[in-house]
Each structure stands twice: as C-alpha cells, then as structure tokens.
C-alpha cells in the first residue's frame, strides 16, 4: 500500500528562533528573533529531528489564501483560474493576474484538476479538517447569496460550505472554519482546536480501519486571529461553526491524558495550554499560546498513527503557510518558511538531515506524488519540480543519522540559473540566492535580514559585479509574467536567469560548452536513447527522461529518475524557446546590453500604499511593505 500523507500547515504560525533556516529578519532589522516558550514545541520539532529540515524553503505568496491554492495544485496563484477570470473582468487590458485571496480559489477547472483530485484518482482517501479559505462559491456577498439560496432551500451553511470543499476532491471535510473569523464569518463559536483535532483523528482511524491509503489536509486556525488567549479563557469546547455540539471533544493529549487516558475537562486542559506559556514573553502571547495548543494537535495525530501501527507508513510534512514579519510582502521573510518532512522510508540515514536545495511548496506537491508514484502525475501540468532523486541522493551519501552536515542540492536538480517567483496582488519578484523586488534587490545567502539593497533609487545595480545578476533576475521575472498572463494559455515552462527555458520540468542546468559533457546518473536509471552517451547510464548535459512507451511529457527530477521505474530512459532535450515579446534593453552600464536580452521595466503597476501595521501590537512582527511591484 503506497504511504500516508498527513500536510500540517498551520495559519499565521511564526518563524521561531532555532528552527531550521531561519531567516534573519525584516528588512533593515536583520537581528530580529522570535523566542520559543521554554517549553518548546516537542512534536512539531519531533518531525524535523526525526526527519528532513529544509533551511531554505519558500512559499510563492506571503498570505494564507492564496499560498494554499498553491500547497493543494502545486501551482502559482496566478495559476487559478477564478484570479485570471476576475482579473480580465475588472480590467480586459489587465498583464497580470491579481493574486490575492478574494481572487484566488478552487473554482471552475482547478477545483477539478488538483493535487488532492490526484491522490483521490489513486484510490486515497482524501479529507480536510481546520480552516479552509478555498471555498468553492467564493467569499463576501456573491459567495453569502449562493449559501443564503441553498440554506432557504434546506440545506444548513456547514453542509454547503462541505459540499464546496467536496467538489474539489476531498472526501470528508469536517471541523471546518470556512473563511478567517470575523467580518460575514462571526457566531458564538471562536478557535476550537479540540473540535478540529478530534474530527482529524477520526478520519485517520477510519481509513486505517478500512485498510485504505489516506490524504490529510491539516489546518489550525491559530495562531490567527481572533485573540488566542481569549479562545483559551473564555471560549466554549461545545461552540462550533458547525453547531453547538452535545459533549465536549475527547482527544488524547488534549482532554484525555496522552499517558493515563485520563479524561478532564475542556477548561481545564486549556489552562494547561495557558500554564506551558512564559510570563515574560508578553509580546508573542498569542502566537506562543497557538504553538502550545497546535503541538498538542499534532500530537493527538501522532497518537492514533502509533495506535493504528502507521507511523512510519506515514509522510507526515509540517509547513508555515507563510513567513510573518513582512506577510503580504515579497521580502525573505513573508516568503521564507519552516517545512519539515519526517518518512523513515526515504531511506537509511532520512533523519535528522538538513537539506539546503532551494525548494517551494510547488516543488514539495510533486515530490510528494513521486514518493507516493501517483497514478495520472505525468499528465498533471503544475509549475513544481520533483526533488525526491536529489534527497534520496544526499540521503545516500550520509553515513549515519548523526551527520549534521548541510546538505545543497545538486546543479543536476536545482540548476545554477533556477528561480522561485512570489505574488501578491499585482507584485511579483524572483530569489536564485538573490532576490529581486520593488527596484531592490538582496544577496540572500548573506543578507537574509535584507538590509543592503544593492541597487540604486532607480532600480540600477550599484556594483558592476552584481549587473549580471539583476539583468538574469529581471528576464526571468518577464518570463513569468508571460507565461502566466491572465489572458494568454497557460504555459508551463521553466523561467530562469536566462529567461524562457524548455518546458517545466525539464533539467535548468547552464548551457555547457561541449555536448558531450555529462551528468551521472544512478546505474539503474535506463540508459540514454541518443547523443554522445546513447546507450550508457550518463546522459549528455541537457538530456531529460521520457516515457518510452507512452507520450506522458518531460520528467519531473533532472536526468532521469532514480531507478524505481526501468520503463524511463533518456533522450536529447526539446531546444530552448525564442523569447516571444519584444525585448527591451538591459539595466543601464550592463557589459552584455543585448537584442535578446529580456528586461521588464520598473515603472509602478499600481499605486504603493503606504508603510502598514501587521498586528495591533508595538512589541511584535514590526513592519512590512505591501503591494509594491
């Protein structure tokens, strides 16, 4: 039987102090740190000292909406077709999608064709349970009208918002908090962990009792607002959106003793969430309360996994939705993420490993169906790239579970020109080490605080030697814009330092100088079908992997893949695309100024708002820019 999937992603958790990869801090306040309780988080950091940390992981939208529509298609949100439709709506002469979270949901095409409909085609049983915010029928009073027509018609809100959640490819869906509490979303209920928790647990139980494979989309509410505190002290465990419940939850490790299988009450297991929590730490009151109640929930999870005998059948990914400090802005830290993925299977030496490769919740969604050998993956179109044969190479090369090395990617997965992007609302910039936005730009590897802005006021390079860099960065920028224009097809192909390269997938390593340099591969990888090395086990440089006996596109990892599949062989990359708009010139003093150099300008797509508060309180998260291009 292929293995579980537990993705925990909790809303507006922040980056901690000591976590793997850490990013430095806001922009011009590089020393910024967000301490722990003193008692930690024992079962959140289990699944990173037990498994894989990755020190640099993104996410490709800094808020909660839009950065799920990418967890749940492996795909930007500039992707989903509601954003492209209602773009062009407001605006038919409109570049660039307005990735926000009104716009971004799993509507129309996407709801039908997406990484859960994937695992569901493959015989998983697939469930959701916390908050949601991809609903189906869209929010605000267009989506309030169509549950309003429904609820007159006898259905109740909680069944329609699960008949929403349904239509996307998730069998069970329950413990729902179908938009952020507030606004249209208010009732007698506040943050209900207990609820949410004890409705996961038994969506486990009941695949593992029915022997099925299973999918679980784990989303707690907290540390979002409204205030956790207030949740702890003055919320009841009966209220629910769903209703008023007839007993409070009983979940072990919540209000049963994980130890004695003691029951107590729900006040009275809350107090000891409030009790694990540091005095002196006022000024992260709520989000260490979130972290202590959210540790809990994970451990419940884990309980019934030991109990069921599944723990170690079970790829358990631990994941931020996105960073705090400049949330809704493009900095290192509204895009740079704690992700964590503990499954003993990987391989000998898979715990307690860091792995460095420059990796995206896209690139996490198409490891996961590689791991899991999904049926129908080759046919799915998404912007992430499989790193499973990278990991399970460094995996390889370790000589015990104590090596606490950091580990980089290969050229061969990653590629020396490769770029993330990140979107909100009409911003986009790029990271390959250095990152790019609002006419600046950051050598990330040693300013993750973002502090020295290597550019001038007019968005030039100040040095000579980072003009390169800033020209790549830019082409590689109006690739994606191209490629993901609201009113042109989607194309899915790779953007890099040298702009449009062969389609997703496909290996992104530098153009060498010989064609017959080689990139070694796994003896048992297939051999190659032509070139220089045809018939060897060593592709030429740019060589990809296809099926041969069935047209199912380019391969997902760089060469071919690791071995498991024999049926995949080598043959001679696609040639690299022409550039299909007209290029401007590169950044004034550039030693490469070129025809076919692609450079977007920097003039503003839409008015910059002003310098913004992200929380009520002087004393946490600071400042962030938000939408600026």
């Known amino acids: 039987m292929p293995p579980n999937v537990i993705f925990f992603q909790p809303d507006d958790l922040p980056f901690y102090d000591g976590y793997i990869g850490q990013p430095t801090g806001a922009p011009n306040s590089p020393n910024r740190k967000i301490p722990p309780p003193s008692s930690g988080y024992p079962y959140y950091e289990s699944i990173f000292e037990s498994g894989v940390a990755f020190s640099n992981a993104q996410v490709v939208s800094p808020a909660c909406g839009t950065s799920r529509y990418a967890t749940l298609t492996g795909r930007y949100p500039s992707r989903s077709e509601s954003g492209r439709t209602k773009t062009l709506n407001n605006d038919s ?20 064709q997406n990484a859960v409909q994937l695992f ?8 959701v349970a916390g908050k949601w915010h991809l609903t189906k029928s869209g929010s605000g ?17 909680i069944k329609v918002v699960q008949d929403e959640i349904k239509q996307c490819g998730f069998d069970f869906a329950d413990g729902i908090y179908w938009e952020n509490m507030g606004g249209i979303f208010v009732g007698d209920f506040t943050h209900n962990m207990e609820w949410v928790t004890e409705k996961a647990v038994g969506f486990i139980a009941d695949a593992a009792d029915a022997g099925q494979p299973f999918f679980l989309y784990f989303n707690p509410s907290v540390p979002h607002s409204p ?16 209703g008023l419940l007839a007993e409070e939850p009983a979940v072990r490790h919540m209000t049963v003793d994980g ?9 009275t297991y809350r107090q000891t969430v409030e009790d694990r929590q540091d005095e002196t730490q006022t000024s992260i009151i709520e989000q260490n309360l979130g972290g202590i109640w959210i540790d809990d929930s994970l451990a419940a999870l884990m309980a019934m996994l030991d109990e069921k005998g599944i723990k170690d059948d079970t790829i358990i990914v631990t994941m931020m939705d996105h960073g705090i400090i400049t949330k809704m802005a493009l900095f290192e830290n509204g895009n740079r993420v704690h992700l964590s993925m503990r499954y003993p299977k990987l391989g000998e030496y898979a715990e307690n490993l860091i792995y460095d490769g420059q990796v995206t919740h896209l690139d996490l969604v198409a490891t996961l169906m590689d791991i899991c050998e999904m049926a129908g993956r080759e046919g799915y179109e998404m912007d992430g790239e499989s790193f499973l044969g990278d990991l399970q190479r460094v995996i390889g090369n370790r000589g015990s579970n104590n090596d606490k090395n950091l580990y980089p990617s290969s050229d061969d997965w990653s590629g020396t020109n490769r770029c993330t992007f ?43 030697s980072d003009v390169e860099m800033l020209a790549g960065l830019l082409r590689a920028l ?20 040298d702009g449009e390269d062969v389609d997703a997938g496909s290996p992104i390593s530098s153009p060498t100088s010989s064609p017959t340099a080689t990139m070694c591969l796994e003896t048992n990888s297939g051999n190659c079908l032509s070139g220089a090395n045809a018939g060897v086990a060593c592709c030429d440089a740019g060589a990809q992997c296809e099926r041969r006996d069935a047209n199912f596109g380019q391969c997902k990892t760089t060469g071919c893949p690791y071995g498991r599949d024999p049926a995949w062989e080598c043959e001679t990359a696609a040639p690299t ?9 590169v950044p004034p003093g550039s030693p490469s100024a070129s025809p076919t150099t692609l450079t977007p300008t920097y003039e503003p797509h839409k008015q910059p708002h002003e310098f913004r508060r992200l929380d009520g309180d002087s004393d946490s998260y600071g400042y962030g820019v938000a939408h600026r291009k």
Not at 97 to 105: E, G, L, S, W, Y
Not at 120 to 127: E, F, S
Not at 233 to 241: H, S, V
Not at 441 to 456: A, I, Q
Request: a negative charge; glycine letters at 8%; proline letters at 4%.
């Open 93 to 112: 002469s409109e570049t660039r999608v307005q990735a926000t979270i009104p716009f971004t949901k799993l509507m129309d095409s996407d709801s039908e």
């Open 141 to 157: 009073s267009a989506g309030e009208k169509l549950r309003e027509a429904k609820r007159r018609a006898g259905d109740t809100t």
């Open 478 to 497: 109006q690739c994606h814009d191209s490629r993901t224009a609201p009113g042109a097809d989607r194309r899915y192909v790779n953007c890099n330092l």
């Open 422 to 464: 990140a979107e909100y609302e009409w911003d986009r910039g790029a990271q390959n080490g250095y990152s790019t936005y609002n006419k600046q730009m950051y050598n990330v590897r040693v300013d993750g605080g973002e502090s020295s802005n290597l550019l001038d006021a007019s968005g030039n390079a100040i040095s000579s």
């Open 120 to 127: 569901k085609a493959a015989g998983y049983k697939t469930g």
């Open 259 to 267: 130890s004695t299988g003691t029951a107590v009450s729900c006040a």
């Open 577 to 585: 695309k022409a550039p299909t708009t007209s290029p401007p010139t």
């Open 227 to 242: 205030l956790v505190s207030d949740a702890l002290e003055n919320g009841d465990c009966l209220e629910t959106p769903a």
